[in-house]
């Protein structure tokens, strides 16, 4: 990724006089995956037993917390079933948080802002976890969020716990695990779960589905197509965030600001009965974070009388519970044996058009629902 063309900073073009942006650092390792494999790895070390890690977490004990999220993205089986009890274990404990959605394109300080907005609430007592949905880990076996290096003083912070992206499967497999995770840093008493995602994709259509607000952060002066945010992502933020006003940057910033005003001014009215407002901020310099943070509480103070938090988290919980079944029933499908040998030849029957597609298709469900029965 360093060195694409995607991840030049914008604000180093001339036209942004006083700006300097430095290229961000070449990532160290998939932090999950060694962790997943010391973890394997490290025969010494038993599983504990569902109960044991349950305790561990309700008594806010961060190692197990951490080798429970472990067993959460781990694919093997035992583990998945240990998980399962684990967040069964949990569920009780959860809820109790306030979770926040925070995307935008790399290089517009996603994590100076989380540093940043996270000391804010940690100084004030609350406990914050981060975690990130990191679409391009998988491909690029690295992950681009969440790395500790580059949020160095809340790694350090007691009341902070820094998860970053699972790295394995699919973006909604990736997606699943974090939201399990949520419950995980609940019930060991976070209070305040951020989930950082890059906004370039279908990776915030997910984050959207688990927080309960959503913050965007823009660049002043970028242009829409520079910063990859798309119509439906403006239309999906509580607020938007235009961040680095500061030095001389801080008129085009209030610039910026009024015109994603006049903009969010043309959407529909949302669901929940709130204006989504627009801010600037420093996230370098500490500016404007106390101003979020109060526009996110009065988010919460409206939607928690009007019903529409809770409304929200039980439309999320369903969502959550088709996009797993649609998950399983895919993943089942497609790792068949039998069916793996049997769909490639049916692929070439229907290129060689000696069959339809449609016909191929239910012949391969009819087999894998017969093979499910025969199972039985
Ligand atoms: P991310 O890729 O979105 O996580 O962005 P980073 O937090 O890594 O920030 C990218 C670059 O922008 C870094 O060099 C930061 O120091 C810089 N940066 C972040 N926030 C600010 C800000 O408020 N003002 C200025 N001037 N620079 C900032």
């Known amino acids: 990724m360093i060195g694409d063309k995607s991840h030049k900073h914008v604000e180093n073009d001339d036209q942004y006089k006083g700006l300097n942006v430095n290229e961000g650092v070449a990532q160290p390792n998939t932090f999950n995956e060694d962790s997943i494999k010391r973890f394997l790895k490290n025969k010494r070390k038993k599983l504990l037993t569902p109960d044991a890690y349950v305790e561990g977490i309700l008594n806010g004990n961060i190692t197990t917390l951490s080798q429970a999220v472990t067993l959460v993205e781990s694919a093997k ?48 007592g609350g406990k914050l976890a981060v975690l990130a949905i990191d679409p391009s880990s998988e491909r690029s076996k690295g992950s681009i969020l969440g790395d500790k290096t580059r949020m160095e003083e ?25 939201r399990e995770t949520i419950v995980l840093c609940e019930a060991a008493g976070f209070d305040t779960i951020f989930i950082e995602t890059v906004g370039v994709g279908q990776s915030e259509t997910m984050v959207h589905s688990m927080v309960d607000f959503f913050l965007l952060l823009m660049l002043a002066g970028a242009g829409d197509e520079l910063q990859g945010i798309k119509r439906g992502i403006m239309e999906m933020a509580d607020a938007i965030t235009i961040n680095k006003a500061d030095g001389n940057n801080i008129e085009k910033a209030e610039m910026a600001r009024v015109q994603y005003k006049n903009a969010l001014h043309l959407f529909p009215p949302t669901d929940s009965g709130w204006n989504p407002k627009v801010l600037t901020c420093s996230a370098f310099h500490h500016i404007g974070i106390d101003k979020i943070w109060d526009t996110i509480q009065g988010y919460v103070d409206l939607v928690k009388k009007n019903g529409y938090f809770q409304h929200k988290r039980n439309e999320q919980s369903k969502f959550w519970m088709y996009e797993t079944i649609n998950d399983r029933l895919k993943s089942d499908f497609y790792q068949n044996d039998a069916l793996k040998t049997m769909t490639k030849g049916f692929e070439q029957k229907v290129l060689g058009e000696e069959m339809s597609s449609f016909v191929a298709a239910r012949e391969l469900l009819d087999f894998y629902y017969q093979s499910q029965k025969n199972n039985k």
């Open 77 to 124: 089986k035992e583990h998945q079933e240990i998980a399962q009890e684990i967040i069964t274990k949990c569920l009780p404990y959860s809820g109790k948080s306030l979770r926040i959605g925070i995307t935008g394109v790399p290089g517009v300080g996603k994590s100076t802002f989380i540093e940043s907005m996270g000391k804010y609430i940690t100084k004030r």
């Open 154 to 178: 809340l790694s350090s912070d007691p009341n902070a716990y820094i998860r970053p992206s699972p790295s394995a499967g699919s973006l909604g497999g990736v997606a699943r695990k974090t």
